[in-house]
């Protein structure tokens, strides 16, 4: 087929591709472009050359078509454009060539392209998720990456081992581009392999382009007004004797013990604290290190709450948090689509009345069993945007049924929603935005007991403005309950990214008044939903974001303070909100109390018997 009529027929989306043979020439560019700094003890192998973009295809309803690329590295790249949104998101892609050479157990590849787009959204950035994968039944995948392109070209790379043998032919790229309407370029996409024995970690990856605020000193000084002004409170102490009178000169001292604020992890069930082992020791340690609170998860499926071991799995975990003295999340009661729920309710789609009591039976016997453990939140509707299958059918007025009936069955815990797409992809999905707020306040107006808005804050290589994080915050908090963050990860390869950015999210998230805790979705690569987001690698040495953390809650975000009272017998300082332990005389004769620190302030009496 002629280039130029091949070009036509991408441009319209009609292009079937076959197996390319690349000219020698696109074979060369492809070793060109292999990162200088790479120290190979054997020469690269092309796995897959998108040197010429004639040889991608667009399915589904993209169109593509060849560009110039001006002051690249590559000539031209492959424009693809999505009218609009399909679900399911693959229903708009772009496909590689396919590989070139075959791939053995063990072969290392590393791959890199470089892309940039707009999206019909405030920011304009874009949404992709790519594949590398055998691109037929079983569809097995060999890396996955989440992309959210700017309007200026960026170079990712990819790594991956390869967990079977390969014949050539039988593995390629796809992007899925149907997240959004949107405009992408992809250019110079190249994917090698590097052989057996190579660290991938030792391999070049991608580096976010992110300015961090914190090293702005006006922005910083603000968020330190801001977490001074509604994190800490004055606190006005007295020693007295034991004859009721001042004490005058009395070593004391104070160390915040428990913040007020929510600092949490999620534990899942079943779950490392519960297990033997070095791993399973140093998870509990830095459970208990860092957070005040956790989040164990049980879904209603039929393999969740509905499965005898599952739920003494989870309860199990709850037991062991309570032991802990840690306020506890319950993730989730409802969550209200078919693919979430027992098998045994999607019969009852056209019998509504048998519907509604099906789940109220669900949220009864869930909130009962809750009750022995320190639960102080319920997530009880997740995701209510996308998984509305039941809405549909019930109508809100049954929701806010839901909420009057958990209420009524354990009056304790927080009854909350989750949701996610709030604060995430660049905090610009007004859509999300708009329809959640009308949620809630939907929820409020028909007189639900609904305690706190929940966002998930599943984070990547598309960096939340803090400012935009601030803003959409602020639009929440009109609404008059507590915000939560519940589901944090940030899933990056790019490490001092990771921890500049979290330092910014925690910042800005933790100066905010109406946020009440925020919640990690894991902390060990060993046991976590997304890898590239832990904070602790597998051998537990600290990623930079760590090091953040660690900073942040054990020496930025504490009291620790030696005072001495004065003729009066009394002193004052100012500090966090929260439990105090207090420690009044010298070394081993000091007599402890603990007291709490809540706002605006308080005074403490401390007598010595």
């Keep these: 087929m002629h280039p130029r009529l091949f070009r036509n027929l991408l441009a319209m989306g009609l ?229 009721g009178e001042p004490l005058a000169d009395a070593a004391v001292q104070v160390e915040l013990v428990r913040h007020a604020f929510g600092f949490g992890t999620f534990i899942e069930g079943p779950s490392p604290v519960l297990e033997s082992g070095l791993d399973a020791e140093r998870f509990r340690e830095t459970v208990l290190r860092y957070f005040n609170r956790v989040t164990s998860a049980v879904y209603p499926a039929d393999w969740g709450w509905q499965s005898e071991a599952t739920r003494a799995a989870y309860l199990a975990a709850l037991k062991w948090a309570t032991e802990h003295g840690l306020d506890i999340r319950a993730h989730t009661v409802i969550w209200p689509s078919w693919q979430w729920s027992p098998s045994a309710w999607r019969p009852l789609a056209d019998d509504p009345p048998a519907l509604q009591s099906q789940v109220l039976a669900q949220i009864e016997e869930v909130l009962a069993a809750l009750k022995p453990f320190r639960i102080d939140q319920v997530d009880l509707v997740n995701e209510p945007r996308v998984n509305n299958d039941f809405e549909t059918i019930l109508g809100r007025d049954a929701i806010a049924e839901w909420f009057a009936a958990a209420a009524e069955i354990h009056s304790g815990p927080v009854l909350a929603v989750n949701e996610y797409g709030i604060l995430s992809a660049g905090a610009i999905l007004t859509a999300n935005h708009d329809h959640y707020a009308g949620f809630v306040q939907d929820l409020l107006d028909r007189g639900a007991p609904l305690g706190a808005i929940g966002f998930q804050c599943h984070l990547d290589e598309n960096p939340s403005p803090p400012g935009q994080v601030e803003a959409v915050l602020d639009r929440f908090a009109t609404l008059g309950l507590p915000l939560q963050i519940t589901e944090l990860t940030l899933k990056t390869t790019d490490e001092q990214y990771q921890a500049d950015y979290l330092r910014d999210f925690l910042t800005v998230v933790f100066a905010h008044p109406a946020v009440a805790s925020i919640t990690f979705w894991g902390f060990w690569e060993g046991r976590i939903w997304l890898e590239d987001s832990a904070l602790w690698r597998r051998d537990w040495s600290p990623k930079p974001a760590a090091e953040v953390l660690d900073h942040l809650l054990t020496e930025e975000w504490t009291t620790r303070l030696s005072l001495r009272t004065g003729e009066d017998g009394t002193a004052r300082f100012r500090g966090f909100h929260g439990r105090y332990r207090i420690a009044v005389g010298e070394d081993q004769d000091a007599i402890a109390f603990e007291r709490n620190l809540a706002p605006p302030g308080t005074e403490w009496i401390l007598e010595l018997d």
């Design 15 to 243: 292009a079937c591709i076959c197996l390319p043979v690349l000219p020698k020439a696109h074979s060369d560019v492809s070793m060109r472009w292999l990162p200088e700094e790479l120290d190979l003890p054997r020469p690269a192998l092309v796995l897959i050359s998108g040197a010429a973009p004639e040889f991608f295809q667009a399915g589904g309803s993209a169109g593509a078509k060849v560009l110039q690329a001006e002051a690249m590295p590559f000539e031209e790249a492959v424009r693809v454009k999505v009218p609009h949104p399909t679900d399911p998101v693959w229903g708009a892609t772009l496909t590689s060539p396919r590989s070139e050479t075959p791939i053995a157990t063990g072969d290392v590849l590393l791959g890199s392209f470089w892309i940039r787009g707009c999206a019909e959204t405030e920011s304009g950035s874009g949404q992709v998720t790519a594949y590398l994968q055998r691109p037929e039944p079983s569809w097995h995948g060999l890396q996955n990456l989440a992309i959210n392109q700017g309007a200026h070209w960026q170079r990712r790379f990819f790594r991956a081992v390869a967990d079977r043998d390969f014949d050539a032919g039988t593995v390629n790229l796809v992007f899925h581009l149907g997240s959004l309407a949107q405009t992408v370029d992809i250019g110079g996409l190249m994917v090698w392999n590097l052989g057996p024995g190579i660290d991938p970690a030792s391999l070049p990856s991608t580096r976010i382009d992110y300015a961090p605020m914190h090293l702005d000193p006006a922005w910083l000084a603000r968020m330190q007004e801001r977490i001074d002004r509604h994190r800490m409170g004055e606190v006005r102490l007295t020693v007295r004797n034991a004859a």
